[in-house]
């Protein structure tokens, strides 16, 4: 063997390299960066969940703890006065014939009804805070039969505080049927006296530092009985019904 040339000795995986010479260098390893990138964002969402969830709570806590504080109350809100603008009764008596050719004395098949009552509430704030009070409807009825409608726009009261809020009902020839007619015309000519129903729905939120309450809801129920010949009212009775939504 000539003197220059260098032992080849094999290795153990079966591969040949020189004693003295540069040894291969191992395999890199590779993994993937998915999974890593993955992890971190979950690991980032689940941080801000967290965060978010802490400071809603926090929020919540002292909203609370302000709340009752307070110790709200229920707004009022009453009926003070109703006035009769107009009255007015029309009917329709159509003529008819028996058998023999002789008038039936009419009976009222349809009559009209025209009112305008105006209505003033009184809205009393006993709480140490503001109230926002929402768009407020009322209706006036006849044994049932809806006659017209008013609404009041929302607004906010002070603390502490009683404010007179103002609607006007108007009803523009409202027509009842044959039995309903009949019922009206009896009541105005006979007994001088209509009762009307004057329902409604307010709805009103506490204002704590610029947050609202969750509603609290004034029902407003109030029969009213008023004088055709006097066009006037002679009698009121109003309930009123605080419920939390």
């Known amino acids: 063997m ?3 040339a260098r032992e080849m000795r094999p290795t ?3 591969d040949h390299h020189r004693r003295h ?11 993937p960066r998915s999974s890593s990138s993955s992890a971190s ?7 801000l969940f967290l965060l978010s969830s802490f400071l809603l709570l926090l929020v919540l806590a002292v909203f609370l703890i302000i709340f009752l504080a ?15 603008q107009y009255m007015g009764i029309s009917t329709s008596n159509p003529s008819s014939l028996d058998g023999t050719g002789t008038a039936v004395s009419p009976s009222p098949t349809t009559a009209s009804l025209s009112l305008t009552i105006h209505l003033l509430f009184t809205a009393v704030n006993p709480n140490k805070v503001g109230i926002k009070y929402g768009e407020s409807r009322f209706t006036v009825m006849y044994r049932g039969i809806p006659l ?5 726009p929302g607004f906010y009261q002070e603390a502490h505080s009683t404010r007179n809020v103002e609607a006007t009902i108007a009803v523009d020839r409202a027509n009842l049927m044959q039995a309903d007619a009949a019922d009206l015309i009896r009541d105005a000519s006979l007994s001088d006296r209509v009762q009307l129903r004057v329902l409604g729905d307010v709805g009103a939120k506490i204002r704590v530092l610029d947050f609202d309450s969750p509603g609290v809801q004034v029902s407003v129920d ?8 006097k066009q006037s009212i002679t ?3 109003c309930g009123f019904d605080g419920l939390s939504v």
Do not use: T
């Open 222 to 229: 109030c029969a009213i009985v008023i004088s055709p010949r």
């Open 70 to 84: 307070v110790k709200p109350e229920k707004p009022q809100f009453d009926l003070q006065q109703v006035g009769v």
């Open 21 to 31: 010479g540069l040894s291969a260098a191992p395999p890199l390893a590779y993994y």
């Open 12 to 14: 153990p995986n079966g």
């Open 2 to 4: 000539p003197p220059h």
């Open 148 to 152: 017209g409608k008013a609404s009041v």
């Open 235 to 237: 009698d009121k009775q």
């Open 41 to 47: 964002f979950k690991g980032c969402c689940c941080c």
